[in-house]
């Protein structure tokens, strides 16, 4: 190179980068933080070209595949969840790099592909539905920037009642996860599910008695897993304070009401 | 308000914009939340006067019946509406879907619980429109002051959902990954040192917050979380 | 038609009140049906032009969308309605929106074809929240083994971004452009000397096919690695 280290070789952000780093230096507290945001190894390799102005149509694979196997290999070492896609792109740039090593003879075929050829498309495509993805989400969305208008109609024959699917009570649950950013707060599986049916029923149950023997809320024909599940719903619903057990001394007959003994609703 | 870059053209098109999209009627306390500066009733009520006479000669008219301010469209009008009918049903409203789902995955759940999840007050209406339509209804009372209502959803939901048991319900596991939760600068995946210190921390806030779900769920604890 | 009783006023005002209260975009042939006498396209169009000048200055404006015409409001109104209703559909991860844009660009495309451009498995929730949203559907199946589906936008993904056709999306960068992102200076030329050994491919990559769109458009099918 005939350029003085004085003169930035590149402009990042435009900021002058004098030097090439030497390697991507990864802060190991931010390192897991720093995969999930990727989307994947093409968005990585992406990353890594870009921010190191490398040439997409001339990539220096020994350069590249050496800084993605050292930060595969960290994520490794910190025994992080490492998606198999990471590992697969690591041996297709491996495989790549020993090809590219090979000697080529001068009468080499002029439609022999250079190694790199599918790697950069893939690259290049990736980082146009990249950068599409972007702009479609800055397009004015119904409901996000605009509203739709909807004047009521004084209609009283109208008695079309409106339907819902279960799908529309997914889409609801998503909508109260982005306004309350309570993702990883509310894990409803389908075992905890399971248990507030079940508080239902046994609240419903309740409201037909004033009380009941505690073992009147088993059924022996019930399975284990359901036996399991009813138990587990009325000691949820002591703890909620919806409803009492008590025992009058070890021994006796356990009864279960509803808090106040209130069947009247 | 007599402060003096006060717009009343602006205030009208402002209100008419809230009025046209709103799905119930709305009332003056609704109608100021839309603007920074405290507007007083008087101002208002002004403005509703001039967007109501805007109306005069068309096919909409302004109105204000018993919930709020709304528009409609003028009874002489509904003879030609209905020749188009092909009547679509109608659709509830986001606030009614949200509180159906939070019956249906966090019951039996107090309105102060469906509150607290979705942030923003649970009108009487609204619980009332899902009991008419025999989804939900009360199975007992939370023995908190108060004694508020524990409501759940019934049988009928499941049949008109066409479903054989809550478990039925699609699994919200991993619902959480398909937003976006962090800044949205952070997207490009460019520079990561600044932003990511901050993703770090909230990282770190999930995790903990897992224990400590008394903000959203109040009073259900962290076993069932 | 040039009956002598066409009132263009009225026939304003019914169109006016048939958008502002319909629940989807109406089509001119819905239009038509809400007169009893025929009406021509050109004297619909004409009031459709008159009422959506009537709204300049306001803060609805009329749109054409994919499935016809519609009221919006404008979106510099948008902040003021936020302030009355805070809920907002969700901001989607990248991962969808990724997907989106995938499904919008090189559709019809299978699960498969997705999952090869971006380089990681797509979940199936990322799919169906697509689908529920009303954005994307099936539009039928790839005849390879296994008969993906293929799927596509639909007219609600086209609408509820305000567009009429799929060519009113935003042009994708080309292919070449991506490539020259490298301002010229900043070749790294030395350091890497040893590898940069094939010129062949920078100075005609069409040979590689890299200049060659084609390659990757949808319709390589299956093959589109």
């Not at chain 1, 990864?26 to 990727?38: R, Y």
């Not at chain 1, 050496?66 to 595969?72: D, G, I, K, S, T």
């Not at chain 1, 009468?107 to 950068?131: G, N, T």
């Not at chain 1, 004033?210 to 949820?236: C, H, M, N, R």
Request: hydrophobic residues 45%.
């Amino acid at each position: 190179m005939t350029t003085e280290i004085a003169a930035p070789i590149a402009r990042y952000r435009g900021e002058p980068v004098l030097q090439l780093p030497l390697d991507l230096y990864i802060p190991p507290d931010a390192l897991e933080v720093f995969l999930d945001t990727f989307e994947g190894p093409l968005d990585l390799l992406l990353y890594l070209i870009r921010k190191h102005n490398l040439d997409v149509l001339d990539i220096p694979m020994a350069r590249l595949t050496a800084q993605y196997l050292e930060y595969v290999e960290v994520m490794r070492r910190k025994s992080l969840e490492l998606a198999a896609e990471y590992l697969v792109m690591a041996a297709v740039l491996i495989e790549i790099k020993s090809r590219m090593l090979l000697p080529r003879p001068p009468s080499v075929a002029p439609d022999e592909e250079d190694p790199r050829a599918e790697l950069v498309r893939r690259l290049l495509v990736y980082e146009q539905m990249k950068l599409a993805a972007h702009r479609l989400d800055e397009l004015p969305q119904v409901g996000r920037d605009f509203m739709l208008v909807q004047v009521w109609i004084d209609k009283e024959a109208d008695l079309a009642l409106p339907s819902v699917n279960a799908e529309d009570l997914h889409q609801a649950w998503l909508w109260l996860l982005q306004r309350a950013s309570v993702n990883k707060h509310h894990r409803v599986t389908r075992d905890q599910l399971s248990v507030r049916e079940h508080m239902t029923m046994v609240l419903r149950r309740l409201q037909e008695v004033s009380f009941l023997e505690f073992t009147q809320l088993f059924s022996q024909e019930d399975g284990v897993p359901k036996l399991v599940v009813t138990l587990l719903a009325i000691l949820e619903l002591a703890r909620e304070s919806m409803i009492e057990v008590t025992q009058q001394e070890p021994y006796a007959p356990i009864y279960v009401k509803l808090t106040h003994g209130l069947s009247v609703v | 308000m007599d402060s003096p870059s006060f717009d009343i053209e602006h205030v009208k098109h402002v209100i008419e914009a809230a009025l046209l999209t709103a799905s119930e009627p709305l009332q003056l306390a609704d109608l100021k939340k839309l603007f920074d500066d405290e507007l007083d009733n008087d101002a208002l009520q002004e403005a509703l006067t001039e967007v109501a006479q805007a109306c005069e000669g068309r096919s909409i008219e302004l109105v204000n019946v018993a919930s709020g301010w709304r528009f409609r469209t003028r009874p002489e009008y509904q003879r030609f509406l209905d020749r188009m009918n092909p009547q679509k049903p109608p659709r509830y409203s986001r606030a009614v879907l949200e509180t159906l789902a939070i019956v249906a995955y966090k019951q039996p759940v107090t309105r102060g619980d469906i509150e607290d999840i979705r942030g923003v007050v649970v009108s009487t209406n609204l619980i009332k429109a899902l009991e008419a339509r025999g989804w939900i209804d009360v199975v007992g009372n939370r023995e908190v002051p108060g004694r508020p209502e524990l409501f759940a959803t019934t049988r009928q939901f499941l049949d008109d959902l066409n479903l054989k048991a809550l478990t039925d319900l699609p699994p919200l596991d991993d619902l959480g990954q398909l937003i976006e939760t962090v800044a949205p600068g952070a997207r490009v995946g460019g520079e990561f040192g600044a932003e990511a210190g901050d993703e770090a921390l909230s990282a770190d806030g999930e995790e903990t917050g897992i224990d400590a779900p008394a903000d959203i769920a109040p009073e259900t604890g962290p076993t069932l979380n």
